[in-house]
């Protein structure tokens, strides 16, 4: 099982940054998927899920009308579009995708996100 995400990078305050990430290695339409993210000396905080019964989203508070996570059953790939970035959102960012029926957990490998001016 194979988890790598891509699109993180610096970017001022106010931007945009669209994560990915791909999946392999399980049923992709099976999992329900979860962008995490963690900044120095914090712990992992759950940031956005999608699940794959209906595609329901939810948000931490913090990134609610800022952020969207979406998915590509056709690429085995979720996305974190993150607009209006502030300073704050600066983390190490992780995909999770978690199988419905064994509830087995993998992790991809994290992409770092730094929103400065």
């Known amino acids: 099982v194979q988890l790598v995400e891509s699109g993180g990078g610096l970017v001022q305050p106010g931007g945009s940054l669209r994560l990915s990430c791909a999946v392999s290695?399980?049923?992709?339409?099976?999992?329900?998927l979860k962008w995490f993210r963690q900044a120095p000396g914090k712990e992992r905080e759950l940031v956005a899920s999608?699940?794959?019964?209906?595609?329901?989203?939810t948000y931490a508070d913090f990134v609610k009308g800022r952020f969207t996570i979406s998915k590509d059953n056709d690429k085995n790939t979720v996305y974190l579009q993150m607009n209006s970035l502030k300073p704050e959102d600066t983390a190490v960012y992780y995909c999770?995708?978690?199988?419905?029926?064994?509830?087995?957990?993998?992790w991809g490998q994290g992409t770092q996100v730094t929103v400065s001016s």
């Open positions: 290695g399980i049923t992709f339409v099976r999992c329900d």
């Open positions: 999770q995708a978690r199988t419905v029926l064994m509830r087995n957990e993998y």
């Open positions: 999608i699940i794959s019964a209906d595609s329901t989203t």
